[in-house]
């Protein structure tokens, strides 16, 4: 079996989501359209039905297509979760005690789920998101190594 002594990666995460616009079209803007479309479509060239009913069962794949791609994203997350626990790893966490994020090393003792977000549990202090680990070990290193 091949082993993995180490893993590391640059860059920064934070626990908590930015609130920038998106390019995404969601739900309720479509259905804001669509009643926009029905309300000043012309009386004498209403819109044809075959075409109402295309556009509605194209939302409805679009929505079943986006609620696959959340349970896949959350799997993924799950098992990369997962592939954590008993390692040695380098994150940036949210420290309970202090209630800042910082820099921390230490092995994953748990997974907890809350709702959609997965965290690892990192002693008793320590909760890291797993897309924010930057270094992974199979075991701690050395006292001269750290």
Partial sequence: MLS?????GTGSSSLTKSSSFSNEIDKDFFLKML?????YQDPLSPVDNNEY???TVQFSTLEAIQALNDKLTFSLNQN??????????GTYAYNKTTEETEY??????????????????????YIAAPESVLMVKNEPPNADEQ
């Fill in 35 to 39: 009643v926009a479309q029905l309300k």
């Fill in 104 to 125: 921390v090393k230490g092995v994953v003792d748990s997974i907890s789920i809350a709702g959609n977000e997965i965290y690892l549990n990192i002693g008793d202090n």
């Fill in 4 to 8: 993995v002594n180490g893993i590391t």
């Fill in 53 to 55: 009913m295309n556009q």
């Fill in 80 to 89: 990369k979760a997962y592939s954590f626990l008993g390692k040695y790893v």
